[in-house]
């Protein structure tokens, strides 16, 4: 039977929850004008932006005099195909080196992008350890959450920045250890010891021989706490005080989206997000104009479908900066090519001369011993 001695810490139940409060209560945090209804853990979710002053209307970029249309060589598609060959350990080189081309079909097939850049804003309550900072709550009124100047990151490219809020930091006893600096040991619930992992508790080993682990005691001191039943309190680490604050979280996104113009090649569409096409087409304002007078009578379409629904999408919880769209040209030749009396096929396609080839005529297995 474990009795206490003296130096050591009473034995607490084990299982019992001896943390303290994980979340600050909402009593922590003072009622800044402006800001009501921003909680901790960033449940505020975003601040819509205020009403935009009137924008520059935008205009239709000048429609391309020609469309050129670019294709390859006979010599680049065998090229392509024997670098294709080479890549995979269990092909044989000797369709793409052997192999008789007998046709070449171009599927040029455009892909309309646009890019919707917008600037979006959240605020949450935060805190941090106090070490002195200024204090400067209600001494001012803190500006809106859209007042406060941020610099902004280059166009088009995602980027994230927390700022504290200015006139919102106040100084407040830690929550999760009531001000002590101090939080019950989680390893041995606070007792500062736990059971002899040698004896099992019972204070004895075989053969009724004391536990030298334990002397006799069925019990060791916790390692973790160093046998005091508390460890400093990892949120405000020791200090007792925490420094609370408004915390301003700016994102900027870039809104991708895509249309390919269906194509009856056999090629799975899938297979050109991995490479890039020839630019026919580039238009970037505030917001841009549905681009017009292009040949393909779908692109001018999709155009104006995700014109509309991303100035509807993004202007609701955020700033729209900028938009570009783009059309490429995406190169795509279906080669045929008889090897051994068969006939095969493989495609080339994109500005980085991609290969695809499902039905490669030479494969065998490779075993590694």
Request: net charge negative.
């Amino acid at each position: 039977m474990y009795s206490n001695h003296e130096g050591h810490a009473m034995l607490a139940p084990q299982g019992t929850d001896f943390l303290g409060p994980t979340a600050p209560p909402p009593s922590m945090f003072d009622n800044v004008p402006g800001y009501e209804g921003t909680v901790a853990g960033g449940g505020g979710g975003f601040v819509p932006p205020p009403a935009p002053y009137p924008p520059p209307a935008p205009e239709p970029a000048p429609v391309q005099p020609e469309w050129n249309i670019p294709s390859i060589t006979e010599d680049t598609a065998r090229e392509a195909f024997l670098l294709y060959a080479s890549g995979h350990c269990c092909y044989s080189k000797a369709p793409a080196q052997d192999g008789v081309i007998t046709s070449m079909d171009a599927f040029n097939t455009y892909r309309y992008r646009l890019e919707t850049f917008i600037e979006s804003r959240s605020t949450e309550w935060d805190h941090e350890v106090y070490n002195g900072q200024p204090v400067d709550a209600f001494t001012q009124t803190a500006p809106g959450p859209w007042d406060i100047q941020v610099q902004m990151p280059a166009l088009f490219q995602d980027h994230t920045e927390d700022i504290k809020v200015p006139y919102t930091s106040s100084v407040k006893d830690c929550h999760t250890c009531m001000a002590t600096g101090r939080i019950p040991c989680k390893e041995c619930s606070g007792a500062g010891n736990k059971v002899c992992w040698v004896c099992n508790g019972s204070g004895v080993r075989s053969g009724e021989e004391q536990c030298s682990h334990c002397n006799g005691r069925g019990r060791e001191n916790c390692s973790h706490c160093h046998g005091h039943g508390s460890t400093e309190c990892h949120t405000c680490h020791g200090k007792r005080q925490l420094l609370v604050f408004i915390k301003l979280k700016v994102k900027w996104t870039n809104n991708i989206e895509d249309y390919v113009v269906e194509q009856s090649s056999g090629l799975n569409v899938a297979n050109l997000s991995s490479v890039s096409g020839k630019e026919l087409f580039k238009d970037t304002q505030y917001m841009v104009y549905p681009v017009m007078g292009f040949p393909d009578p779908a692109v001018g379409q999709a155009a104006e479908r995700l014109v509309r629904d991303h100035q509807a999408k993004y202007s609701q919880n955020a700033r729209i900066l900028q938009q570009r769209q783009t059309i490429e040209l995406i190169p795509i030749t279906r080669v045929t090519y008889k090897w051994k009396g068969n006939s095969h096929t493989y495609f080339v396609y994109g500005n980085e001369f991609h290969v695809s080839a499902d039905d490669y005529p030479a494969t065998c297995c490779c075993t590694i011993m």
